[in-house]
């Protein structure tokens, strides 16, 4: 099946260090999302990027679809950016859904 | 709007109950997701909807469990007989328009099966 690697796996940060997060899947796939899961267990949807770059204030997204990749960057980190960020992508010809094991971001203050 | 709603937030039962998770999507919405999260297996995506009608379950770990979603409203994740491996947190997600298009988490249900 279809393997969705996000690495680094953990990243600890000083507040207002940047940061990039990579999710290599191994399939050419529809769609791909990125989630921030809060240390607290909220879910939130961060990205619906099947393709192209989207920017939402200090955070962006690349997904470049033809080599398999997404990266999620983060500017000026701050304490609440900590947690696990995730992508899922969703199977082309499958509408299964696979989530990467995450990427655990600790900023600290 | 409220949001997805999903109850019980905490529950804890013996091995051998049934178990019943509820939620309520965000109106509008018509797809409907289940997932369970835990360390061992990460998110997993157990059950999906589209317009009240299961589309894939093959997530579904075994046949203790089942998904019902009688309308738009509302939809059940029900497992019987509980296992202490079924601890988890369920959440329950919904969106709008497209399998993977922006979905929108519940709070989650953290279940414990002793």
């Known amino acids: 099946g279809i393997q969705v690697e996000q690495s680094p796996p953990d990243l600890i940060l000083q507040e207002g260090a940047n940061s990039t997060l990579r999710c290599n899947f191994s399939?050419?796939?529809?769609?791909l999302q990125w989630f921030h899961q809060n240390p607290w267990g909220q879910l939130i949807n961060l990205f619906y990027?099947?393709?192209g770059t989207k920017q939402n204030g200090r955070l962006s997204a690349t997904t470049v679809a033809t080599e398999r990749y997404s990266l999620l960057y983060i500017s000026s980190s701050q304490t609440t950016d900590s947690g696990v960020y995730f992508c899922a992508v969703e199977l082309w010809g499958d509408d299964k859904i696979i989530f990467g094991k995450g990427t655990r971001l600790h900023i600290l203050p | 709007d409220a949001g997805v709603i999903q109850s019980p937030r905490h529950e804890v039962t013996e091995m051998g109950q049934e178990v019943t998770l509820r939620c309520k999507p965000i109106?509008?919405?018509?797809?409907l997701f289940w997932y369970r999260q835990t360390m061992m297996r990460g998110l997993e995506l157990l059950i999906y909807f589209n317009n009240n009608v299961p589309i894939d379950d093959s997530g579904m770990p075994e046949d203790r469990f089942s998904a019902k979603m009688p309308n738009a409203s509302f939809s059940t994740l029900k497992i019987q007989p509980s296992e202490p491996r079924d601890s988890a947190v369920y959440f329950c997600?919904?969106?709008?328009?497209?399998?993977?298009?922006?979905?929108?988490f519940g709070p989650g249900t953290r279940l414990l099966v002793l």
């Open positions: 399939d050419s796939v529809n769609n």
């Open positions: 997600a919904s969106s709008q328009g497209q399998v993977a298009e922006t979905q929108y």
């Open positions: 990027i099947p393709s």
């Open positions: 109106s509008g919405h018509d797809y």
